[in-house]
């Protein structure tokens, strides 16, 4: 019922740019909080950034400076702006978002399906 659909993945040299986004669909009553997360091979999924309803963001140490989030309210989407990309920074890169479906139901967290990012050296 609900779904997140990401796009802007793929391959960029060392020191390029890429721009993810992540649109929510299907029933929603409100969206609390979106986000980026990203697993590499042999590694456990990290939180790369997030921001919450009010607007406050909050970002990994190694992507602070170079990556941006923003978020659409308007439009359920939420962004992320890769700038000064590395190729530690490959991964399969995931859209979260907590929200309710309606007034009565707690909020729960959805998953994208993932989109890859590889940066080459």
């Known amino acids: 019922q609900v779904q997140l659909v990401e796009s802007g993945g793929g391959l960029v040299q060392a020191g390029g740019s890429l721009k993810l986004s992540c649109a929510a669909s299907?029933?929603?009553?409100?969206?609390?909080?979106m986000g980026w997360y990203r697993q590499a091979p042999g590694k456990q999924r990290e939180l790369v950034a997030n921001?919450?309803?009010?607007?406050?963001?909050n970002y990994a140490d190694s992507v602070k400076g170079r990556f941006t989030i923003s978020r659409d309210n308007a439009k359920n989407t939420v962004y992320l702006q890769m700038n000064s990309l590395k190729p530690e920074d490959t991964a399969v890169y995931y859209c979260?978002?907590?929200?309710?479906?309606?007034?009565?139901?707690?909020?729960?967290?959805?998953w994208g399906q993932g989109t890859q990012v590889t940066v080459s050296s």
């Open positions: 299907g029933i929603i009553f409100r969206i609390n909080a």
């Open positions: 921001t919450n309803i009010g607007g406050n963001t």
């Open positions: 979260s978002a907590d929200l309710s479906q309606n007034a009565l139901l707690g909020v729960q967290r959805y």
